[in-house]
């Protein structure tokens, strides 16, 4: 189930969100895997591979949603100390496993170094940002060390803001046209960002200096949905509805080649608000065990893959960067078996032991 430590409990019909979180940090892995299996698949597999970034997007909005949900009216949150309680669960549940990769990436990069070999994509004077997981706030030049964790980077950003944003927001109150229109309003601004920026047709353009507003327009929409999701979850035959939204938008954005910024977006909302609402089949598939499973592990796999990715090339992967379906077959394996570990060994042990500590440190 897709949780805050220590928050409340989400409701059963928002397990689905969890196992859909995991496929897409599986359409990420592919992505990222993609020119080594050119060769090994046809130009149409290829193509929907080359499109994996946008899961990155689809996550930004789950996020704001699952925040809003088990964050905007939590009494944990309320008061000064709330808010240092907010920060403190958001930080332990993204740090810890991004400085065990980290520290991975720095003894890559010094076996790397002291066997002659080129090192200079890695700046070891932007480490320091990495760490404070400010890389990607526009003010470095390129994605380096951890490339995914800039996605991290600009979720606590939005973690940062998120306090604030539920004590200022008067949306609360809007009627639910208006709800919808500010929805609208926040994907057309992120249209027009990008248009601004030289490319409407390519969300992940120049992603550290892009992908920050991308983040919080798109984060601040899934608050925008969760409190639709309020109002709708009762309203017979919505979810209906806005599964006909969700099939006409991404017909109509492929059928017209339209700019991927100007509906991409809104079908993955679309995406989450229907699976949220709905009890049927995709749904109950999603909350079904191995796939509720693969979203239990899925910050694990979204962050550890580029570092194996990398080792594996290195081990196994000749000159001409293919690999065939045995080989991705073996490296999958690899990065579904590290994820387990790694949530099991680091990530959940980590976020405990930092909790305690920092809330024996608020209880004080």
Not at 49 to 69: E, P, T
Not at 203 to 212: K, W
Request: with cysteine; proline share 5%; net charge positive.
């Amino acid at each position: 189930m897709v949780t805050l430590p220590g928050a409340r409990a989400l409701a059963p019909q928002l397990d689905a969100l969890t196992g859909l979180r995991g496929l897409a940090a599986w359409y990420v892995v592919l992505f990222h895997t993609r020119v080594t299996l050119k060769a090994a698949v046809g130009p149409m597999v290829y193509a929907l591979l080359s499109h994996g970034y946008l899961a990155v997007d689809l996550f930004f909005i789950l996020s704001g949603f699952v925040l809003w949900h088990s964050g905007a009216d939590n009494p944990a949150y309320q008061g000064a100390r709330g808010l240092a309680r907010f920060w403190l669960r958001r930080i332990a549940r993204i740090w810890p496993l991004h400085m065990v990769l980290l520290g991975g990436f720095v003894a890559l990069v010094g076996l790397l170094a002291a066997t002659g070999r080129d090192t200079g994509f890695y700046r070891w004077g932007e480490l320091p940002l990495h760490v404070l997981l400010m890389q990607n706030w526009g003010m470095t030049a390129g994605l380096m060390w951890n490339e995914p964790a800039w996605s991290i980077s600009c979720e606590w950003a939005a973690y940062l803001l998120f306090p604030f944003t539920v004590v200022m927001a008067p949306w609360r109150q809007w009627p639910t046209g208006a709800l919808v229109a500010l929805g609208c309003a926040l994907l057309s601004a992120l249209w027009a960002y990008f248009a601004l920026h030289g490319s409407d047709d390519y969300l992940g353009y120049e992603i550290q200096r892009t992908g920050l507003m991308r983040c919080l327009l798109e984060f601040w929409t899934g608050n925008v949905l969760r409190m639709l999701w309020a109002r709708w979850r009762d309203v017979p035959d919505i979810c209906t509805g806005v599964w006909a939204a969700m099939i006409a938008l991404l017909e109509g954005g492929v059928v017209q080649h339209l700019p991927e910024a100007s509906y991409m977006p809104g079908v993955f909302a679309a995406l989450i608000l229907a699976l949220s609402l709905e009890d049927r089949t995709p749904a109950r598939l999603l909350r079904s065990g191995p796939l509720h499973w693969l979203g239990e592990i899925s910050y694990s796999t979204y962050l550890s893959h580029f570092l194996l990715f990398i080792i594996f090339k290195m081990l196994f992967v000749g000159p001409d960067l293919t690999v065939g379906l045995g080989k991705l077959g073996l490296f999958l394996m690899i990065v579904l078996a590290a994820s387990a570990a790694l949530y099991r060994l680091v990530e959940k042990p980590a976020q405990r032991w930092l909790l305690r500590r920092g809330e024996a440190r608020l209880a004080a």
